[in-house]
């Protein structure tokens, strides 16, 4: 099994960006990931200089990207999230001027959290379970650069908490060799991403990688155990759940030879939508629409 270092790190998606190693259909890799301020912030302490220094599109690294061996445009790549082993420390912050309570405080804000089994221990005393999950994972773009910072079509900054372990995230090929990358992994994080940050950390991600010969898919969407997921985004949360509702009425229409309104009907009746990121932190809202398998089809 391969395994590729948090120092092989990109800040995008880029069809031209050098791959740092090239896999199999089939084989098991391990991404080791940077949290999303890159490993800058160990203490408290460490805050202000982050702070002096960031750069919106410098953040939220992805380990890769890798190169696919045989993947093809008009592919697909299912990247099956095997495990994810968190490396303390993680890291929540708030910056005035951001998030859904941007004037929560007058001053920048951060909690320091220790993991302890599948416990995180926060510096101001609280306990919560953990609930680790993979914010950034997708594929480059042929016609233009996709940063990590952003979602779209290839994946990139989703923040859906359904991307976790026991997930197959499907991911369509647009380049050869796809250029797979990983990262932006959070030990816990609330839906919406309230503060436009969650509890970031660094992490090893352990996935199988299986090449989907003439897949078709347009855009990124997965499932877990139990449920079909797909995804939307936009500058507001009502084209972002237009979009993500869009793909799964198409899915369940296939999936039960149906027509696409009556898929429609079949979100509002069993289906759930979620929000991933919504924090007026200068991004797109992510969503997503869960159904559960739970549904099937009798007769003709």
């Known amino acids: 099994m391969q395994r590729f270092a948090r120092a092989q790190y990109t800040y995008c998606f880029?069809?031209?960006a050098p791959a740092i190693g090239e896999i199999e259909s089939g084989d098991r890799v391990v991404f080791e990931t940077h949290d999303s301020s890159t490993g800058?912030?160990?203490?408290?302490?460490?805050?202000?200089?982050?702070l002096s220094?960031?750069?919106?599109?410098?953040?939220?690294?992805?380990?890769?990207?890798?190169?696919?061996?045989?993947?093809l445009p008009g592919d697909g790549l299912d990247v099956l999230i095997e495990d994810i082993t968190l490396v303390p420390p993680g890291i929540l912050r708030f910056t005035p001027g951001l998030g859904i309570l941007a004037d929560a405080g007058p001053k920048p804000g951060i909690i320091i959290a220790d993991v302890d089994g599948n416990t995180l221990l926060l510096d101001n005393g609280i306990r919560?379970?953990?609930?680790?999950?993979?914010?950034?994972?997708?594929?480059?773009?042929?016609?233009?650069?996709?940063?990590t910072a952003d979602p779209d079509i290839n994946g990139s900054n989703m923040d859906c908490n359904s991307i976790a372990e026991g997930t197959v995230v499907h991911l369509p090929v647009w380049v050869p060799g796809a250029r797979?990358?990983?990262g932006d992994v959070h030990a816990a994080m609330g839906d919406a991403e309230a503060t436009g940050g969650a509890i970031e950390i660094s992490a090893d991600v352990t996935v199988r990688v299986e090449v989907v010969k003439n897949a078709g898919w347009e855009k990124v969407w997965w499932e877990t155990p139990d449920s079909w997921i797909t995804y939307g985004h936009g500058e507001t949360l009502e084209i972002a759940n237009r979009e993500a509702a869009a793909g799964m009425a198409a899915l369940l229409a296939r999936q039960f030879q149906i027509p696409y309104h009556e898929g429609f009907m079949l979100i509002s009746a069993y289906g759930d939508v979620r929000i991933g990121q919504a924090a007026n932190c200068g991004?797109?809202?992510?969503?997503?629409?869960a159904f559960p398998k739970v549904a099937y089809r009798t007769g003709g």
């Open 14 to 16: 880029d069809k031209d």
């Open 283 to 289: 991004l797109d809202v992510t969503s997503w629409v």
């Open 40 to 50: 800058r912030i160990k203490r408290r302490e460490d805050l202000g200089y982050y």
């Open 128 to 147: 919560l379970p953990a609930r680790p999950m993979v914010g950034v994972i997708g594929t480059a773009l042929p016609d233009r650069v996709v940063y």
């Open 53 to 71: 220094v960031r750069k919106v599109r410098e953040s939220n690294p992805a380990c890769g990207p890798l190169a696919v061996r045989g993947a």
């Open 180 to 182: 797979l990358a990983l």
